[in-house]
């Protein structure tokens, strides 16, 4: 007896549907650059979906660098492709379960990391201090390797934690070390969405949190420390 096969294609949401359909208009023309776009409520009428299926769909858009949302003035599509795409538009498909986990992980980081910076800025030796300043000379060095960079960023991190001297802070940053490498990628992609800026910028904003620590400064380090997470954190999810 022949057997079937009972593996079917997964249907599209609603809301995957009119994203790829208006995302397949502006590639044939029939969307131009700084078209306007019909409102949320005419375009659930022209689709004949809910209004928030239009809004998840406009927000992957947004998120893909397609959109710009002007406030009073509607949704336009956007006249030039964003330099740095956030993530969404990289892993559509896996995108929802991952920025889950970032977001539980960047929670975590900013109690954690913030912390672990103002005790470094009181705690450092000038060892601490050497090993911190060759790793943003290895970043400055080689700013155009990107997984070179992913690795660079989590060294630093962890750095600082050693610098603290506290040895269950360490064991806590050295836990969830496995975690930051697999998701730095996806966190330094939100970074450059963020700023729309590049890896010189990046390495300025490690070094920034490098002086406030040889300074001293733990209020400025812990300052610092808090902005670049939460600086992920409001593009983790767009629209």
Excluded at 46 to 69: C, F, H, N, P
Aim: glycine share 4%; with cysteine.
């Amino acid at each position: 007896m022949k057997l079937m096969n009972t593996l079917q294609p997964k249907p599209l949401k609603s809301s995957d549907w009119v994203m790829q359909d208006l995302k397949q208009k502006m590639e044939g023309g029939l969307l131009l650059p700084g078209d306007r776009l019909p409102s949320v409520v005419d375009l659930a009428l022209q689709y004949q979906v809910g209004r928030s299926t239009i809004r998840e769909a406009l927000s992957s858009l947004k998120a893909m660098g397609l959109l710009d949302v002007r406030q009073g003035s509607g949704t336009f599509v956007r006249e030039q492709p964003i330099e740095h795409p956030h993530p969404a538009q990289l892993h559509p498909e896996s995108w929802i379960s991952r920025a889950k986990s970032i977001r539980h992980l960047l929670e975590v980081r900013r109690v954690l990391e913030t912390g672990c910076v103002s005790l470094a800025a009181t705690h450092r030796t000038e060892q601490d201090l050497a090993l911190l300043s060759n790793i943003l000379e290895e970043m400055a060095s080689k700013l155009d390797d990107e997984v070179f960079g992913e690795q660079a960023d989590v060294q630093f991190h962890e750095a600082i934690a050693q610098a603290t001297h506290n040895p269950m802070l360490a064991d806590l940053m050295s836990s969830l070390s496995q975690q930051i490498h697999e998701t730095m990628k996806d966190t330094r992609t939100l970074w450059f969405y963020a700023e729309r800026s590049t890896a010189e910028r990046l390495l300025r904003e490690h070094r920034d949190i490098y002086e406030a620590i040889v300074d001293r400064d733990g209020r400025r380090a812990q300052q610092l420390m808090e902005q670049h997470i939460a600086k992920v954190e409001r593009v983790l999810d767009p629209g």
